[in-house]
């Protein structure tokens, strides 16, 4: 999902547009692989262990990975310190590290959805930076929704989650990344 969102900035029509190729390729790299080559590894390393419930049906069979990619995203967020003109690229990872935290801590007691957690941050950073710049990109946010509508669903139709879980994992999301990029 940051992937997702980053791409999204890059062809907003916002400045961060503008930016050179070689940023731009820098910032999509250290995105991809801290979020999701380095997460999809770690996720393949656990399934080596029998005990190791790769379908994560369970809310406890969550925690390990989760923990894994709060550190990787911790990463990104280390790797893209150079990039001091925009913060909000940096912001964004902080963000998604706090929701990540925040989805581990649930996981403890409850199962929720961490695919619309992750839509719905992208989908907040979004709003958020629309907001923020007086600018309204609506392909990107139409689309934007339309995906996290999709990703519900799926949730919902493959019985990986139940509406409250899905709709608490979206609202997550979308506030913390929302205020997170909104007021810094």
């Keep these: ?25 820098f910032v999509l790299i250290a995105v991809f692989f801290t979020t999701g080559l380095l997460p999809l ?22 925690i390990k990975p989760l923990f894994f990619s ?3 995203y911790y990463l990104g967020f280390y790797l893209l310190r150079g990039i001091t003109i925009y913060p909000v690229f940096r912001v964004f990872l902080i963000a998604s590290v706090i929701v990540i935290i925040v989805l581990m ?5 409850w199962k929720i959805s961490n695919h619309m957690a992750g839509i719905g941050g992208v989908t907040g950073a979004i709003l958020a930076v629309s907001f923020r710049m007086g600018m309204n ?7 934007t929704i339309l995906i996290a509508g999709l990703v519900g ?7 990986k989650h139940n509406l409250l879980q899905a709709i608490a994992g979206y609202v997550i999301g979308l506030i913390t990344l929302y205020l997170a990029v909104y007021y810094v």
Excluded: C, E, Q
């Design 1 to 25: 999902m940051p992937t997702w969102g980053y791409l999204a900035l890059f062809n907003s029509g916002y400045y961060f547009s503008m930016l050179s190729w070689d940023i731009k390729r």
């Design 41 to 62: 590894l770690t996720i393949s390393v656990l399934a080596l262990n029998p005990n190791f419930n790769f379908k994560m049906d369970h809310h406890t069979n969550r």
């Design 70 to 72: 709060a550190i990787y």
């Design 105 to 109: 801590i649930i996981s403890f007691k």
């Design 137 to 143: 990109p609506v392909i990107i946010i139409i689309s």
């Design 153 to 159: 669903s799926s949730r919902l139709y493959l019985g």
